[in-house]
């Protein structure tokens, strides 16, 4: 199948290390499974059916990509040739680990993190420091190719004098997708039945998670309502030294409010707030998530600057982070409805590129399955059932 110089995909980026803090948000599986299309490579990691972390990297952080699908002849033997030309997209599984360490080996440093895998402790001065230009080592090269089904994945990488190649043993995929949005639905969000849609700075969400970390607890339970106490509430159940809670005062009623009768309110720290029970269980939305999951998201609630928090009617939570990656003067252009309506989602417009609000950004999304029953605050391994979805994807990261 290979072709155009005997191979599919060809992509140069000036910087390692964007890549590789990106990547790294999502590193809490060995494995991930990859996707290569004509808007970027998309990086899907799970554990169990309970917890999903996805990022694109958008053909925008690259300085050239190329990518030359195969051709439904090109996979005869290989594939079903009644497929649609979606389902040929190249998905195969890659070990995380193995890529993380191949992009950091040029001496990538690690910051020290707090105690859960977040925040750096250092993390004061600037929410895209990690990007600023000094911390990048614009001096070297990275180029990832793949030349077909079976191949390894390559990547190049040039500091100075010195030249590595690792060759990245791919592996088949536990499904292939019927197309892009199967792909990103492992842990499907039934956007057409939200119940709660939250935008926020990450900075108060991982402080929060940062303080009920202090009693090691079990559960995450998440309450929210737009007209009655706790408006918004995050409290940390099980743990060994007792329960402790985080709420979020709400902003005071203006006059405005008094004289439509308006009872609705929403915490001051959030710039969207929308909450809308399933019908029957009264004014708060109340979910109940594994605690150790919810800290997997932790490095990304360290490097985003806004966080978009959705949970539908069957209680599955999407944590979508939006960060920051430099002014991108190296990156070329961009398409895309789905990142406009990524960029919506948090409260911003596209105005060039993968820009928001003139910033150059990219999108991790986490999604969460929520714990079964009400009463089983031990962290029960019980969960559920995955719902069907209608297959609308409003972003590249669901």
Request: charged residues 20%; glycine residues 10%.
């Amino acid at each position: 199948m290979a072709q155009h110089g005997g191979t599919v995909f060809t992509a140069v980026s000036s910087s390692a290390r964007q890549l590789f803090l990106l990547l790294r948000c999502i590193s809490f599986a060995p494995k991930a499974e990859v996707q290569i299309t004509h808007e970027g490579l998309r990086f899907s990691v799970e554990e169990a059916r309970v917890i999903q972390g996805l990022a694109f990297l958008e053909k925008n952080l690259f300085t050239s990509y190329s990518f030359y699908p195969p051709s439904l002849s090109e996979q005869a033997g290989t594939a079903d040739s009644s497929r649609s030309e979606s389902s040929i997209t190249p998905t195969f599984q890659v070990s995380l680990a193995a890529l993380l360490e191949t992009l950091q080996i040029f001496g990538i440093s690690d910051s020290t993190t707090s105690g859960y895998g977040g925040r750096p402790s250092s993390y004061s001065s600037s929410l895209n420091s990690a990007f600023s230009t000094p911390a990048l080592a614009l001096g070297g090269t990275c180029r990832i190719t793949y030349a077909g089904l079976g191949a390894p994945l390559s990547i190049t990488l040039d500091e100075g004098n010195v030249t590595t190649t690792c060759d990245l043993t791919t592996y088949e995929p536990h499904h292939a997708p019927l197309d892009d949005d199967d792909f990103d639905e492992a842990i499907p969000l039934q956007r057409d039945a939200l119940s709660l849609k939250i935008i926020m700075r990450s900075t108060w969400l991982h402080n929060a998670i940062t303080e009920l970390s202090s009693t090691n607890p079990e559960v995450l339970s998440l309450t929210a309502s737009a007209t009655s106490a706790p408006y918004l509430s995050l409290s940390g159940l099980g743990g060994p030294y007792g329960d402790s809670s985080v709420d979020f005062q709400p902003k005071a009623s203006s006059k405005d409010d008094a004289v439509n009768g308006s009872k609705r309110k929403s915490p001051i720290i959030t710039e969207t707030f929308q909450v809308a029970p399933p019908a029957g269980t009264g004014s708060h939305v109340r979910q109940r998530y594994r605690f150790e999951l919810i800290k997997k998201a932790g490095r990304a609630m360290a490097l985003a600057s806004k966080v978009s928090i959705r949970g539908d009617a069957q209680g599955v939570l999407s944590l979508q982070f939006m960060i920051e990656v430099g002014d991108g003067a190296t990156m070329g252009r961009s398409s895309s409805a789905s990142r406009e309506e990524n960029a919506s989602a948090l409260g911003g417009t596209v105005v060039g590129g993968n820009t928001v609000n003139g910033q150059k950004v990219s999108f991790v999304d986490f999604r969460f399955v929520p714990l079964l029953d009400e009463d089983d605050d031990s962290g029960s391994e019980d969960y559920e059932e995955d719902g069907d979805t209608d297959g609308e994807d409003d972003s590249h990261l669901g």
